[in-house]
């Protein structure tokens, strides 16, 4: 045996165990559907209607500001028959399927009321997520915000989550894209509390070990940066054990965190950015989603004052998606017409581009572009995401929507 050949044996020995380790830490991004935004509604104002009632407010607010041509205009997107198309489709996606995800708020939304009013706003939760799915008006998402961990509030959020869990098991059942969001995540050990509490959960109800999952929202500095000088995002996925969902950014928690004034608070400050770059690089390969924030500028008024504020609103969700967060918050009815038309414009600009890049890359034809199998990946997940949404029609795409999601499977190198 060579010297080379025994340092080979010896590499092999020593890399052993850090493979393992890359492999359970970094799975590969998700490759199932991820909605393009939350709606959190306070949990004392959501019903049986809540869908239909968003749906009627946000084609009014659109219909009385000028519908969707002149949205579209106040979002810079150019005349033309593509705006024409654009604008059919968010009128049709507002009518067929207007959230993509419902957030039951029992936290900032909901506030203190006690427990026996709380109890009975969770049951009435549970009713109304059935009375949805008998109507087929359950959104492809949905699920609850329950209070933190934090000692004060610890006992109430586990409390209102496992009544809601269990009743939506006993009552309606779970549905399949069941969201449970943690808020003002400080420790790694409120991580690893979470964990014990739903593990417990899928014992009292017989679920499948490993079956609920849930969501890290980020809106405190401790999360972002630990006494020790590092990122706790990292280990809190870890603690997770595959178990971590999501992390959505928290703009106004995080930015009152900060000191920020209150005209300052922003998913553009940098102080957001910062927090969002750190958040992204530790979900990167991890299959954790994320999440942007929101705007609190409600496109309510004349039409003046709808226009700015679609114009602030459209040009925050573009500038996420161009950053990668696919994501995001809406706070108003006003805002789905607004959040539907940017992130339609988005896909459908890069899609003639992205079809020819693919296609020659598929085919090992030479272009102007020499893409590598990551960005093959990247524009994969691209249409697939187009296609998710409703952006895109599958009749616009030449390639079959299950070869787009096979190549997202495939672990690439650059």
């Known amino acids: 045996m060579t010297q080379f050949s025994g340092a080979l044996e010896r590499i092999e020995r020593l890399l052993?165990?850090?493979?393992?380790?890359?492999?359970?830490?970094?799975p590969g991004a998700a490759e199932s559907r991820q909605p393009v935004h939350s709606v959190y509604v306070p949990a004392h104002r959501f019903d049986g209607g809540t869908i239909a009632s968003w749906s009627g407010a946000a084609q009014a607010a659109l219909g009385s500001a000028g519908g969707p041509q002149h949205l579209l205009e106040v979002h810079g997107v150019p005349a033309g028959a593509e705006r024409d198309r654009l604008g059919e489709l968010v009128a049709a996606k507002l009518q067929r399927e207007p959230i993509e995800d419902l957030?039951?708020?029992?936290?900032?939304g909901y506030g203190e009321v006690g427990d026996e009013e709380e109890d009975a706003a969770v049951d009435a939760a549970v009713a109304a997520v059935g009375e949805l799915r008998e109507s087929g008006e359950l959104p492809p998402f949905i699920g609850i915000r329950f209070k933190s961990l934090e000692q004060p509030t610890r006992a109430r959020g586990l409390r209102t989550l496992e009544?809601?869990?269990t009743g939506l098991h006993r009552g309606p059942g779970l549905p399949h894209g069941l969201l449970l969001t943690l808020p003002k995540v400080t420790s790694v050990a409120q991580v690893e509390a979470m964990v014990v509490a739903l593990a417990a959960l899928e014992e009292d109800l017989e679920l499948q070990p490993g079956s609920l999952t849930f969501e890290i929202q980020v809106e405190t500095p401790?999360?972002?940066l630990g006494p020790d000088g590092?990122?706790?995002l990292p280990l809190m996925i870890t603690a997770g054990q595959g178990r971590v969902s999501a992390m959505p950014y928290g703009t106004y928690d995080y930015s009152a965190s900060l000191g920020l004034a209150a005209g300052d608070q922003s998913m553009e400050h940098p102080a957001a950015d910062h927090a969002k770059a750190v958040?992204?690089?530790a979900a990167a390969g991890t299959a954790v989603r994320l999440s942007d924030g929101s705007t609190n500028v409600i496109p309510v008024g004349d039409r003046d004052a709808v226009d700015a504020a679609w114009a602030v609103h459209g040009r925050l969700v573009r500038r996420s998606l161009h950053r990668g967060f696919y994501q995001g918050w809406d706070l108003h009815p006003a805002h789905l017409p607004s959040r539907f038309?940017?992130?339609y414009a988005f896909f459908r600009a890069g899609l003639e581009a992205i079809l020819d890049r693919l296609e020659r890359y598929l085919a090992h034809r030479e272009g102007d572009v020499m893409d590598e199998p990551?960005?093959?990946?990247a524009m994969a997940s691209f249409l697939v995401r187009g296609l998710d949404c409703g952006a895109v029609g599958a009749d616009e795409v030449p390639f079959p929507e299950s070869d787009l999601r096979a190549l997202l499977s495939r672990r690439v190198a650059g």
């Open 163 to 165: 009544r809601f869990v």
């Open 279 to 281: 958040m992204q690089v």
């Open 222 to 224: 401790q999360a972002v």
């Open 374 to 377: 990551a960005t093959a990946r």
């Open 103 to 108: 957030r039951i708020d029992f936290e900032d």
């Open 230 to 232: 590092t990122s706790l």
């Open 16 to 26: 052993e165990a850090p493979d393992r380790e890359l492999v359970r830490r970094y």
């Open 341 to 343: 038309a940017a992130t």
